[in-house]
């Protein structure tokens, strides 16, 4: 199963953008990337994923590198709800997830 | 819009009692999975089902036994509560269908052992 390896804190003005990154070196060719974010220790919601190309919808956009070695999700316009636990996901080929510890992300008025 | 429904939403249970975590979904979904998360820590994976009358043991499955009589229901029991089983439940469900889908998440169960 491929694992992730994500900073474990980061801070943001509201109103910028948001740039969290993943490192995923031993993903394999047909895993896909997951974001989730937790807030205030509710459940995971799902924000983003992608295989190889960039991804973008209503709440983020997802770059991943062309070796798919590392991706970074943005948040264009961070505001104080976006405040949570992101956690980056590759699971393996049985559909399960491995949850790291994720990346704290507090936005700042 | 209910999505995935846990009951209850806190419980404190005495050693050695048991109990049963409710989780329903109205999504259809195939797949359903069972999670616990300690605090300042991830989601660990305890079981998992992938569809009716199936389930497999995830990461933790040690002190729990789940069962999966219809597509929508998956309940988690815990036979003999333990100190250790203090933790918050999470249950979530997935489609079956095409590329690897998104989990959608319940709200919790926060459960305390004493």
């Known amino acids: 199963d491929a694992k992730t390896t994500q900073p474990t804190s980061m801070d943001c003005a509201e109103g910028r953008a948001a740039n969290l990154p993943c490192n995923h070196s031993t993903i394999s060719g047909n895993e896909y990337v997951y974001w989730y974010r937790q807030i205030h220790s509710q459940g995971p919601q799902y924000i983003i994923h992608g295989l190889k190309n960039n991804e973008t919808n209503e709440m983020a956009s997802l770059i991943i590198t062309e070796d798919r070695k590392s991706s970074t999700l943005i948040l264009p316009h961070a505001t104080l709800r976006d405040t949570a636990v992101y956690y980056c996901i590759a699971p393996g080929e049985d559909r399960k997830l491995i949850w790291g510890l994720g990346t704290s992300l507090g936005v700042n008025p | 819009n209910a999505g995935v429904t846990q009951t209850p939403k806190f419980r404190i249970l005495k050693i050695g009692q048991s109990m049963t975590l409710q989780c329903t979904q109205d999504m259809n979904h195939n797949y359903m999975y069972w999670y616990r998360q300690d605090p300042g820590m991830g989601l660990k994976l305890i079981y998992y089902s992938v569809g009716a009358g199936i389930t497999d043991k995830g990461e933790v499955p040690n002190g729990y036994n789940v069962s999966r009589s219809t597509t929508e229901d998956f309940p988690l029991r815990l036979e003999l509560a333990a100190p250790s089983q203090t933790s918050v439940y999470f249950c979530?469900?997935?489609?079956?269908?095409?590329?690897?889908?998104?989990?959608?998440f319940g709200d919790g169960t926060r459960l305390s052992i004493l």
């Open positions: 979530a469900s997935s489609h079956s269908a095409g590329a690897r889908q998104p989990q959608h």
